[in-house]
């Protein structure tokens, strides 16, 4: 696996035009939660970063700030993105590479289907977000850091290792 960071945003405007082309939208809070994991399964598998940042563990769920500013304007509503189509998906595909493009397949087949909803309650229920949040009460607002090793640790074991 390259070892080189992609830039968060094309990651974002990939799972942005897939979700134009087949028509399943999402909001910040599901593009939120898809970069978690694109995230946290590439710590787990490869031991570095897809991309640079760090999330956060907000109520709702892991947030990378930089991100949740740049579709802010949202709120809760599906991103619309005209220029996001089936013919930026070559384009994207081409500056993430093939094989990250492999793998975020693989993040889409798993959590693409998902609804906002789903996937908040799914990190809600996972150590790395908890272990954030300790101490906390559920509504309680926080900034706290997400620990790269975290992430790495509990989704680790969930991975086949090779002998």
Known sequence: MEERLV???NIADYFIALSNVT??????LTLQKLMYYAQ??????FDHRLFDGTFE???HGPVLPSL??????FSWKPIERDDLNELSIPHLEK???KQNTEFLSEIVEE?????AYELERLTHQEDPWRRARQGLNADEPCDRPIQDAWMAEFY???TVQEA
Do not use: P
């Open 7 to 9: 830039d968060y945003r």
């Open 23 to 28: 028509g399943n939208l999402i909001s910040n």
């Open 40 to 45: 946290a399964w590439h710590l787990a598998l």
């Open 57 to 59: 563990a907000w109520v």
């Open 68 to 73: 949740y500013r740049d579709y802010k304007k």
């Open 95 to 97: 500056t993430l590479g």
């Open 111 to 115: 959590y693409f289907g998902l609804t």
């Open 156 to 158: 680790q074991q969930f």
